[in-house]
């Protein structure tokens, strides 16, 4: 039968806890980087909504203007 001395034990209790914590760095730094992209994901799909949204307002007030220039003159 395979016995442990103390030592031994409290070597593979540090062993242990130390891939725990590891493991707990690596999981923790990969979801920040997968949050960060998702952020500027949306940031930027966000930003180019921006963008179609005030192109089309610049044509609906052309086309206004337009129509207010036509309707007065």
């Given amino acids: 039968m395979l016995t442990l ?14 891939s725990i914590f590891g ?4 999981a923790i730094s990969s979801f920040r980087r997968e949050m960060q992209s998702v952020r500027n994901e949306l940031k ?6 921006r963008n179609e949204l005030l192109t089309r307002m610049e044509q609906i007030d ?10 007065f003159d």
């Fill in 5 to 18: 001395t103390e030592p031994q034990v409290w070597t593979l209790i540090g062993v242990f806890g130390a």
């Fill in 23 to 26: 493991i707990q760095g690596i």
């Fill in 44 to 49: 930027s799909e966000m930003s180019s909504m």
């Fill in 62 to 71: 052309r086309d206004v203007q337009f129509l207010m220039r036509k309707e």
